[in-house]
């Protein structure tokens, strides 16, 4: 990665940070040196929030096409969708996937039953199932479902 996408991706990753914690009115962070550390995975977590079910990946990349998920043998979408996946694994969570390309909405892929969204598209390629909406109509349904402990 060079540096401008390494900076590219830490700036998204506070746009990140700042939805969630507006949205769950907790305090969400980075995650210290890029998830190298093999105790806590993904991007941004609540660390005031240990119960929180979702382990979140950030991603902004210039381009992602996620309409060729069926017939590509590889994809952007999908690359990032299984590194979710196993990191939600690690910390026993649910995947939560944060994305968006150059100039695009923010969008979320998820796979949890208890979040349903109006709007969304249900993607099953090979193994992975996931769902996909804009992000704020997740944060909205989630923010329903989660709610922080006393």
Not at 43 to 50: E, F, I, R, S
Not at 58 to 85: C, G, Y
Not at 112 to 125: G, L, P, Y
Request: charged share 30%; aromatic share 14%.
């Amino acid at each position: 990665m060079t540096n401008a996408s390494k900076t590219k991706g830490r700036a998204f990753e506070y746009v990140v940070r700042d939805k969630m914690t507006d949205t769950f009115k907790s305090q969400f962070e980075r995650v210290p040196l890029s998830g190298a550390l093999s105790y806590l995975k993904g991007d941004v977590y609540a660390p005031w929030l240990p119960d929180f079910p979702w382990t979140i990946e950030a991603k902004h990349h210039k381009e992602v096409d996620w309409n060729n998920v069926l017939t590509a043998k590889t994809s952007l979408l999908l690359e990032f969708w299984d590194q979710t996946t196993r990191e939600a694994m690690v910390m026993k969570k649910h995947p939560l996937l944060i994305y968006k390309w150059d100039r695009s909405k923010l969008y979320a892929c998820w796979f949890d039953d208890k979040v349903k969204t109006r709007n969304f598209v249900h993607i099953k390629s090979g193994t992975r199932e996931f769902y996909m909406t804009l992000l704020d109509d997740w944060l909205n349904e989630a923010s329903q479902v989660y709610t922080k402990p006393n």
